[in-house]
């Protein structure tokens, strides 16, 4: 079984903030998380990935509360594109990830 | 900057078919490689990873395998193709360290006649 959950389905309307969590309560102290999404029939786009602080890139930020047990993926303007499922993963090594069936996103107009 | 290239994107193959599917990395070295499969509206399953040439590690037992002839070159192969090797295969790398992220191709649809 997959290390995290997520919610199966999202909305967001276009131009806010789209918020997604990600339960991963019995990660283990050396276990980064990772936010993948696909977009249909792609293979999938890494976005951002961290251990125990906050992250931020070009893409995304990554909140993970301090007990590390969740963590929240922020795109800060969706637009239509971000529509994609999203897949929060935990694992300490990249040959030990573990995929769940994520959560898909719906951006709309 | 590293590109990753996966060919084809689509293939159709009658059941007890052989099937090679290549993927190649540029712009890296040594890296990791990775081969997925992705049934329909499920996560990603890992088949082979790979550390370096001619080193494949296998994480399901089935009828596949997989080749690392040259250090940018992942192949995976089958002899007979079952119906239930039907699915979207993915390849993927990744830098050595163990928390880099992995960077996947367009992948290949298969399905098996």
């Known amino acids: 079984d997959a290390k995290t959950t997520q919610p199966t389905s999202m909305d967001c309307a276009e131009g806010r903030a789209a918020n997604l969590p990600c339960n991963h309560s019995t990660i283990s102290g050396n276990e980064y998380v990772y936010w993948y999404r696909q977009i249909h029939s792609q293979g999938p786009q890494y976005i951002i990935h961290g251990l125990k602080n906050n992250e931020t890139n070009e893409m995304a930020s990554l909140i993970i509360t301090e007990d590390r047990k969740s963590s929240t993926l922020i795109l800060p303007h969706a637009t239509l594109r971000d529509t994609a499922v999203y897949y929060c993963i935990a694992g300490d090594s990249n040959y030990q990830l573990i995929w769940g069936a994520g959560t898909k996103l719906i951006i709309k107009p | 900057s590293q590109t990753i290239h996966q060919w084809p994107a689509t293939l159709v193959q009658p059941v007890g078919s052989p099937l090679s599917l290549e993927c190649t990395v540029e712009?890296?070295?040594?890296?990791?490689l990775y081969w997925y499969r992705q049934a329909a509206g499920r996560g990603l399953q890992l088949l082979f990873y790979?550390?370096?040439?001619?080193?494949i590690s296998s994480e399901v037992p089935q009828n596949l395998s997989a080749s690392r002839p040259q250090d940018r070159q992942f192949i995976l192969s089958s002899k007979k193709l079952l119906l239930s090797d039907s699915g979207f295969y993915l390849c993927a790398w990744s830098g050595a360290f163990r928390e880099q992220p992995q960077h996947f191709g367009d992948g290949t649809r298969l399905s098996i006649l």
């Open positions: 790979s550390v370096g040439i001619g080193q």
């Open positions: 712009g890296t070295s040594n890296p990791n």
